[in-house]
């Protein structure tokens, strides 16, 4: 008597990638709600058991707002333009905060996951890529908290504000590319936890956040344009305030040399993210 076997109705083939450029961009999509689950994680998780809640997302910028007021633009006169110093300082705070919270938590995103990688199969992208989409939410109370400074200080927005969602993009590609980078050698170097702290702090110095570009001599700001966030930095001033920004110029030529050099990142972060990720779950 011939017995009855279940009939294998789907079949789920893991393979290595092959070539230095077989990114698998096509499994994303297929655990799409695997991202999505761990981008709405990220965001239960950052505020459980706090009493403030989401309240700490609008003191962080609202705190070094009133410092770099009084250091800055008090103390030290830096200029701003027709613009109050605070919405001056806000209005590149915001963008920045960002892109060094998505960098900050992409690169640890593996190690904090540790579990998960070593345990279940599913494109190991998803896990920095989710960190920098959960920082979305922050950014819009954020970017709430900038519309009532611009009410108070009364300063009306131009058309350029369209102009907006292609600096927070940039500002992702960024920060997507370093994490790519910095997770994977996160995995294996541990010192990449201490390190990172130490190159946000440098990098925001080196972009215009507290300054205007101006304060640079003219002859070396062509350097400012190997820094893809002074572009986003840039961007969101001369959108939000250019009329009122007696220097403001659109980021043109900045911007496209900027974007060029996040999209090379990019690509090459994920290619290494990909050759070193069949070696996580072992190493990590």
Do not use: C
């Amino acid at each position: 008597m011939a017995e009855n076997f279940p009939t294998i109705k789907h079949q789920t083939i893991i393979q290595p990638s092959k070539g230095w450029f077989s990114l698998q961009l096509g499994a994303l999509w297929q655990y799409r709600e695997l991202l999505y689950f761990l981008v709405w994680r990220d965001i239960k998780v950052r505020y459980k058991q706090t009493a403030l809640g989401v309240t700490w997302v609008i003191l962080q910028p609202i705190v070094s707002m009133v410092v770099f007021t009084f250091l800055f633009g008090n103390l030290l006169g830096v200029p701003s333009g027709d613009v109050p110093y605070p919405i001056f300082s806000f209005a590149a705070l915001l963008p920045w905060n960002y892109f060094a919270s998505s960098l900050n938590k992409s690169s640890t995103s593996l190690v904090m996951n540790t579990n998960l990688v070593t345990k279940v199969y599913f494109p190991r992208m998803v896990i920095p890529i989710s960190s920098v989409l959960s920082g979305l939410i922050d950014f819009g109370f954020g970017f709430l908290v900038l519309i009532g400074l611009m009410i108070y200080f009364r300063i009306t927005p131009s058309w350029t504000t369209i102009f907006l969602p292609a600096f927070l993009f940039l500002a992702m590609l960024t920060a997507l590319g370093f994490g790519f980078w910095l997770s994977a050698l996160n995995v294996r170097y541990r010192d990449i936890n201490y390190l990172v702290p130490y190159i946000i702090q440098i990098w925001m110095y080196i972009t215009p956040v507290i300054y205007s570009v101006t304060l640079i001599p003219e002859q070396y700001r062509f350097l400012l344009a190997l820094n893809p966030m002074t572009a986003v930095v840039g961007g969101f001033r001369w959108a939000l305030l250019g009329p009122y920004l007696s220097d403001a110029q659109a980021p043109g030529g900045i911007l496209l040399f900027s974007f060029l050099i996040s999209i090379l990142v990019l690509i090459s972060g994920a290619v290494f993210f990909r050759r070193t990720e069949r070696t996580f779950a072992d190493v990590i």
